[in-house]
């Protein structure tokens, strides 16, 4: 029989539904591709949307895929996002499904995306003569990779044509429950860009330090100088992070290089102070350089914008998700300096992107990104129920 839950009026069997997702997630994980090489997943995803007899446009920018469901009554369109990539990881679990390909994995939970994203899909499909609006499924290639698959679909004509009243996105969470969801209104994801700064000196042997311009120790001066960008320049209230993870000199213990790169990144979630701030890196790496007798060059690339969730869809969500999964599973988030390319939607269209927990199943504690990360499946029924409701509430207003 059919179940159909209070907050929303569509009627699916939830046991089918969990199975369908469960063998569609199962599938996806065991043949994940990496970002901008999604064939084969956007294929497999438009061809189970055309099962459900809904309007499909493939490769809308590279590998994206965008399907239009359009209910028999007027109302509102809502956009739903799912992401297509995997990561460059080996796989370290014992799955029974794991991926099958050495050096790919579905390590950020983008199956259970995918999943829940279909699973919705197919729910709607089952109930269009009841269905108010349109909803626009948007499954993005590259999101896990610059420059990210989103601005990429906001400029193809077939998204135009169909621009959402609202947008809605979902990640997965390990350190949250399965079976809970959280939310942030307002600011809740950073800006990322990525640093690079070419130190250039003049290289020569080790033992003559008075004879060479030193890069190692001007590049080492840059990176305690930029320190300043955070702690003295940004604002105390808004978040901001500068850090450098990779130092490259190519030099021996007893050769100075004739220069040193240093790769970083920088995540804020001000637009304005972002620019600012691109600046004074620049600014101070240069200065720094030039005052030990070198020079540098700065090239910082702007990857993501923040992520904003309007307030007052935010606000309606939280209640919508009270009701239906009750208050004590569903919880505040904190801001997050981690990176989402859901950003560009929710620069220019209503947005909500919020957390699906899915705990850390079979007793296991890694995280997203890790090679032995495994999701609890069981949060994909959890997925459904949130997003039909907030679908449902947002459609005939």
């Known amino acids: ?72 009554k007027p109302g509102r369109c809502i956009g739903v996002r799912a992401e297509l990539d995997a990561l460059p990881l080996t796989e370290q679990t014992t799955l029974p499904f794991a991926s099958v390909f ?49 601005r990429g679909i906001l400029e193809s004509d077939i998204f135009k044509r169909n621009i959402p009243d609202i947008m809605l996105g979902m990640h997965v969470l390990p350190e949250l429950e399965a079976g809970k969801v959280g939310f942030r209104a307002g600011q809740y994801m950073a800006s990322s860009d990525e640093v690079y700064i070419t130190v250039h000196g003049k290289g020569g042997h080790a033992a003559l330090p008075n004879t060479v311009v030193d890069p190692v120790l001007i590049a080492s001066h840059v990176v305690v100088a930029l320190q300043q960008v955070v702690s003295r ?24 290089p004739n220069q040193v790169l240093l790769e970083g990144t920088f995540r804020t979630m001000d637009e304005h102070w972002r620019g600012q701030a691109h600046q004074r890196i620049a600014s101070i790496a240069k200065g720094i350089s030039e005052s030990m007798g070198g020079t540098c060059t700065v090239d910082i690339r702007s990857g993501y914008a923040s992520v904003y969730n309007n307030e007052a869809l935010t606000q309606s969500a939280v209640s919508i998700a009270s009701d239906l999964l009750g208050e004590a599973n569903v919880v505040a988030l904190e801001p997050r300096m981690t990176a989402d390319d859901f950003a560009f939607f929710s620069q220019t269209i209503p947005s909500l992107f919020f957390r699906l927990g899915v705990g850390f199943f079979t007793g296991s504690k890694y995280g997203l990104h890790n090679p032995k990360f495994n999701a609890n499946e069981d949060s994909m029924g959890t997925g459904v129920k949130v997003l039909l409701a907030i679908i449902s509430h947002n459609m005939c207003r």
Not at 13 to 39: C, G, K, V
């Open 233 to 256: 320049n940004a604002q105390p209230i808004v978040p901001t992070v500068l850090s450098f993870g990779k130092v490259t000199a190519n030099g021996a213990n007893n050769v100075i």
């Open 1 to 72: 029989m059919a179940t159909t839950t209070s907050s929303h009026p569509f009627g699916y069997n939830q046991a089918d539904i969990f199975s369908y997702m469960m063998s569609l997630r199962r599938h996806f994980h065991a043949n994940p591709e990496l970002s901008f090489q999604e064939s084969q997943t956007a294929n497999y995803v438009a061809n189970r949307l055309e099962e459900l007899g809904l309007e499909v446009h493939r490769n809308v920018s590279d590998h994206s895929v965008l399907c239009v469901l359009k209910g028999a």
């Open 102 to 150: 050495n050096g790919v994995m579905h390590a950020c939970g983008h199956d259970i995306h995918m999943a829940v994203a279909l699973g919705v899909a197919k729910v709607l499909a089952d109930n269009r003569d009841s269905l108010c609006g349109t909803v626009v499924f948007v499954f993005e290639s590259g999101e896990e990779l610059l420059p990210g698959g989103a």
